[in-house]
């Protein structure tokens, strides 16, 4: 089975473009109703089913939730299970998890898969429409940008990723050309959107065009998004890489290194699985098995089965 792709929330899983990529699996947020337990046992059986489990959690996600996820991760006491922390906005990343849900069914590691989150989440545009930046903290807002929220009818184009981008594109006598100054992608995307409680086709009617978009889908507005942009009057949108050759070719193309501290391939600075960085290339001669060795003779040793490999130390 391929490594598991796992959400925290069932919004950010989008339906896959075929028939071949695997669902996300959702792991619920903490609360009365879902202990400790369940978590450990919802991880245990994804475990069970598919030997790695890859987590991706927004950065807005309540503390209690991200406490959780930890905890039951230390109790299995498995270095196959990767919680990735990603700054995207909810609807970016559903998409990333959609993207990496196609790549799983490739020949990719999972050591690669869980480190590709973070190359890809570069590749994807992730922003919004507006109706007010005043509680906005995610993406600087300068003064005279909070002053213009509070007239009546404006809106403001917001891109949080790669780089954050703002433009005023209507209200008041001022109002800009927001295509001509919210800079796009350079390739080939897709662009997907979710409505909320802001009626305006700006992101259809202008954004889609100057961006050259190869084609427009709507989905359902993540839950978290209005927390992630202190605001409900929005239209959140994101431009991703839709072609599965391509983003094959991407991760493809990106060196692989081994973890010097859990084994696992990796791609990038740091290690998706057990977050040890990189090493700098004269120290990569030092080998997973000399610090293994190190590790038992210096101090505690927890160690964990893999489902076709030799046992590892956790990481930090």
């Known amino acids: 089975m391929p490594t598991a ?8 899983v989008l339906p896959p473009p075929d028939g071949q990529t695997p669902n996300a699996a959702v792991l619920r947020p903490a609360g009365k109703e879902h202990t ?6 919802e991880l245990q059986t994804l475990l069970d089913q598919h030997g790695y489990v890859v987590v991706l959690y927004p950065a807005s996600l309540p ?22 922390r990603l700054d995207l906005p909810p609807l970016g990343l559903a998409t990333l998890a959609l993207q990496l849900r196609q ?5 990719f590691s999972p050591g690669v898969l869980a480190s590709a989150a973070r190359l890809l989440s570069h590749y994807i545009y992730a922003g919004a429409l507006l109706g007010s930046v005043a509680k906005l903290d995610r993406v600087p807002v300068g003064l005279g940008s909070h002053a213009k929220s509070w007239v009546p009818g404006s809106q403001f184009a917001v891109l949080a990723t790669p780089a954050p981008q703002l433009v005023k594109v209507s209200g008041g006598n001022a109002a800009v050309q927001g295509p001509a100054l919210l800079q796009g992608p350079g390739f080939g995307t897709q ?11 700006w992101v ?19 839950a978290e998004s209005a927390r992630w942009w202190a605001t409900g009057k929005l239209v959140e949108f994101a431009a991703a890489i839709p072609d599965i050759t391509m983003l094959y070719q ?29 090493l700098p290339r004269d120290q ?4 997973h098995a000399v610090g293994r060795r190190e590790l038992a003779e210096g101090g505690t040793r927890v160690l964990t089965p893999g489902p076709a490999q030799a046992r590892r130390a956790i990481g930090p």
């Open 5 to 12: 792709i796992a959400v925290t929330s069932a919004d950010l």
């Open 36 to 41: 400790l337990e369940h978590t450990l046992a």
């Open 63 to 84: 503390d209690r939730t991200v406490h959780r996820l930890h905890t039951a991760r230390a109790l299995l006491e498995s270095d196959r299970i990767a919680l990735l």
């Open 103 to 107: 790549l799983a069914l490739c020949d």
């Open 191 to 201: 662009l997907l959107i979710a409505r909320s409680q802001l009626s305006s086709d």
């Open 204 to 222: 259809t009617a202008q954004l889609a065009p100057a961006w050259r978009v190869q084609g427009v889908a709507e989905a359902p507005l993540p």
């Open 250 to 278: 991407l991760v493809s193309s990106v060196q692989r290194e081994d973890c010097h501290w859990c084994g696992l391939e990796l791609i990038g600075g740091r290690c998706g699985f057990c977050a040890a960085p990189l």
């Open 284 to 287: 990569r001669t030092r080998t």
